[in-house]
């Protein structure tokens, strides 16, 4: 089979006017990037009170690939194939995996979101200006302090960011002052930003500038709070991002309409395209895809409990991707053996998708398992996965979109449109605001995670301590966790019992309107591996960008 990169290069594009006008988006609507890239003007953004929110979610990602982007396009491409109007909504690639490890975010095979190559690298330069309105807040900062600190900065707790992994940024010295004076700092990636979790939160402009100036920056010597607005700059931080704001538009290897927007990461931030781009796709598409990252306990959670919560979206069905190689992995057996059958292993790793399920039924959201099925599984292998969902009377669909685009997903389609049209479930958050912080924290850790109990540091009690005392106990809460497991511990894979998550530390993203709370000081700032992609990508003689994934 051809690589992603082939198809990608190989495929008809549509003008992006014309893809735009399939789902009523107007020419005069769009600001063009060239030919098959544009961006969005952000009109009203009442969505279509008909419009049908899906969400796709996967279990915990391991080495042997789950394919949720893949799945996510294909089941927009199968929906449209149909007869269904349909948009995907997706986030934008960072750079730090696409030059690191886990490659890019268009998907793969026959199921992809192009050009891909541009989506993966540059873009419309969204990621360039988040990077550079967070580091404006935080040279203003410093700059405050050399020129006299009228405002007493004594802790300064916002850091600066660069859309890359770069393990050497994780502790620096920043110097404050003209006497050589330091401070201790650290750099996070872009997409863990909270002007990064803002800009995905608004609703338009003025929303924006708002949520910004609401930045907690830093603390004074008597421990109160100094927020972005008593810098006087939310206004030119509001300015820097006004175009990124606006949700871009591509297309599918199909000629279907793609809304990619905002890329905050989900096991340190909240995990979703912004809302913007959410409400737009469900202003003018009958039926809307979208995605959250990682696995279920990480990006569903936030999905519903953060994006949903702000933005007041009911999704009315939820899709989850599981592969025969993945749950294998979570029974156990290494990576070099995926391709080989295992009964065994797989009947242990069911209990990862099994745990993953009994969270999405506790958002009451109907749910269809999609397997996505690879060549190297087996005729036994696929009859025990049937004979499972039919046991649980669990609704499952084979999906092969990687190999067969949208026709791969016909099966899919149907079912997630049966489960639209006949379910009676309402969906629900799985706690109330009022809930402390801390009662906030045992629910996920318990209810989601499957923990028997947490343990938390003195300096998140301490925390918890200021953000009470400011009022904010009312916002939820966003879960920094590995990914790789339903734990906090990412060699624990399947569905783990009698853990404690150990939460190290808590910060309060005023502005997001949300607190993060950090588990087994994960890190915010990744690191490249021995080999990364950037050694493969390249650029041609014609300037064709080759080998991006």
């Known amino acids: 089979m051809k690589t992603d990169f082939q198809i990608s290069q190989e495929s008809q594009k549509e003008k992006i006017t014309i893809i735009a006008n399939k789902i009523g988006i107007k020419d005069e609507d769009l600001i063009l990037y060239g030919d098959y890239k544009a961006k969005i ?186 927020y972005v607005r008593d810098l006087e700059i939310e206004g030119v931080i509001a300015a820097i991002l006004k175009d990124a704001i606006k949700p871009n538009i591509v297309q599918t290897l199909e000629n279907n309409p793609a809304i990619i927007h905002g890329g905050p990461f989900a096991n340190i931030a909240h995990g979703c395209n912004s809302i913007i781009a959410t409400k737009t796709a469900m202003k003018y598409a009958d039926y809307v895809v979208t995605e959250a990252g990682f696995g279920a306990d990480l990006g569903a959670e936030k999905f519903f409990n953060i994006k949903c919560r702000k933005a007041n979206l009911k999704p009315k069905a939820a899709v989850i991707v599981a592969t025969i190689r993945a749950l294998k992995l979570h029974g156990g057996i290494e990576v070099e053996k995926l391709t080989i059958e295992n009964l065994e292993a797989l009947k242990i790793g069911i209990s990862n998708l099994e745990k993953h399920l009994e969270n999405l039924e506790k958002f009451n959201v109907p749910v269809v398992v999609a397997l996505n099925v690879f060549s190297t599984d087996t005729e036994v292998e696929l009859n025990f996965m049937k004979e499972w969902a039919k046991d649980k009377d669990i609704t499952l669909s084979e999906t092969k979109v990687f190999s067969e685009g949208g026709k791969g997903a016909i099966d899919l389609a149907n079912k997630v449109i049966d489960l639209v049209d006949n379910s009676t479930k309402e969906f629900k958050f799985l706690y109330e605001d009022s809930k402390s912080i801390l009662e906030k924290i045992e629910i996920v850790c318990k209810e989601i995670y499957g923990a028997a109990g947490i343990s938390v540091s003195q300096e998140s009690l301490n925390e918890i301590k200021k953000i009470n005392k400011l009022g904010l106990s009312h916002l939820p809460i966003c879960m920094a966790k590995t990914p790789l497991s339903l734990s906090d511990d990412p060699n624990l894979k399947g569905r783990p019992i009698d853990f404690t998550v150990k939460i190290t530390d808590i910060k309060l993203k005023a502005g997001a309107g949300f607190v993060v709370v950090y588990t087994n000081k994960i890190l915010t700032m990744p690191g490249l591996p021995k080999i990364p992609n950037a050694v493969k990508i390249d650029i041609d003689e014609n300037e064709n960008i080759v080998n991006i994934f």
């Open 41 to 226: 003007k952000i009109n009203e953004l009442e969505a279509n009170p008909n419009s049908n929110l899906i969400l796709v979610t996967a279990v915990n990602p391991t080495a042997g690939g789950e394919g949720k982007s893949t799945v996510t396009i294909g089941l927009t491409e199968g929906l449209n194939a149909i007869g269904k109007k349909a948009c995907v909504a997706l986030r934008e690639p960072s750079l730090g995996p696409v030059l690191g490890m886990k490659g890019g975010a268009c998907g793969g095979g026959y199921s992809q979101v192009i050009p891909m190559d541009e989506i993966n690298l540059h873009f419309t330069g969204d990621m360039h200006a988040i990077t550079t309105a967070n580091n404006a807040i935080a040279a203003v900062i410093d700059n405050h302090i050399f020129q006299g600190n009228q405002l007493d900065i004594k802790n300064v707790v916002f850091n600066r960011v660069l859309d890359m992994n770069d393990r050497a940024l994780r502790h620096i010295e920043v110097a404050t002052a003209n006497n050589g004076e330091q401070r201790s700092d650290h750099f996070d990636i872009t997409v863990a930003s909270e002007i990064m979790a803002i800009l995905c939160l608004s609703e338009n402009v003025q929303d924006l500038k708002n949520k910004v100036s609401n930045i907690i920056v830093a603390y004074n010597s008597k421990g109160e709070a100094i």
